[in-house]
């Protein structure tokens, strides 16, 4: 069992940058994936980015250039830098972790882009 806990959001506006963080509740091993997925108000959940075991990194379309995935494996967290952020942006993001066939969700934390 992970507990997987997300910190970082707020009100931000636009053009400006945030840095979410998830933390695991303990270490790691083995393949898996750890993700952030985000949901608007009316709108389905979507893909933000995902890091591998390997390192390898994907990006949705809408956020490529803009933002970066990373993982801190001293700390067992995974950080989502989010620069030049848009209104579109706004959404509770998830972090998810897909671990020995399971998938494991944080509560979610609020990203707000607004004037």
């Known amino acids: 069992q992970v507990q997987l806990v997300e910190s970082g959001g707020g009100l931000v506006p636009p053009g400006g940058s945030l840095r979410l963080s998830c933390a695991a509740s303990r270490s790691i091993f083995g393949f898996y994936v750890m993700g952030w997925y985000r949901q608007a108000p009316g709108k389905q959940r979507e893909l933000v980015a995902t890091?591998?075991?390997?390192?390898?990194?994907n990006y949705a379309d809408s956020v490529k250039g803009r933002f970066t995935i990373s993982k801190d494996n001293a700390k067992n967290t995974v950080l989502l830098q989010m620069n030049s952020l848009k209104p579109e942006d706004t959404a509770v993001y998830y972090c998810k972790l897909y671990l020995q066939g399971r998938d494991y969700w944080g509560q979610g934390t609020q990203v707000t882009v607004s004037s």
């Open positions: 890091y591998t075991s390997g390192g390898s990194t």
